[in-house]
């Protein structure tokens, strides 16, 4: 193996903005940032989500945020501060690094992820299937 995982978010984290959860809750209800949760539809589900938090499947991510994709999403061409997570912080340094080499500026992720913020009291909210 060339590279493992933990190397891969390393290097990613070495070229992205992370913040800690108490950045991440003092930035929620703000109208020019957008939270992007990255984890698998199940997880949202089982565990809750963010309150106001986009859904975008890290699956689909790329195909959402490229403008020139059948499948770009208008959110990702809003300007606004993109904040990333997933459930420990891997998936989304790794998806964070990935859109800002895309060129999607004003994109951090938060450190531990979701994990993170419910441990220190983030709100949450329940989804469940439509």
Known sequence: M??????MVADANSRIETISVDQAKALLGNEDVQFVDIRDVR???RE??????MHAPRGMLEFWVDPESPYHR???ASGK?????????WRSALATDTVQSMGLE???HIDGGFGAWKEAGGPTEEKSPK
């Open 48 to 53: 809750g989500a963010v309150p106001g938090a």
């Open 81 to 89: 501060k993109f904040v990333f997570f997933c459930a420990a912080g």
């Open 43 to 45: 997880e949202l589900y």
């Open 74 to 76: 208008p959110e990702f």
């Open 106 to 108: 004003n994109v951090c």
């Open 2 to 7: 060339k590279k493992t995982v933990k190397e």
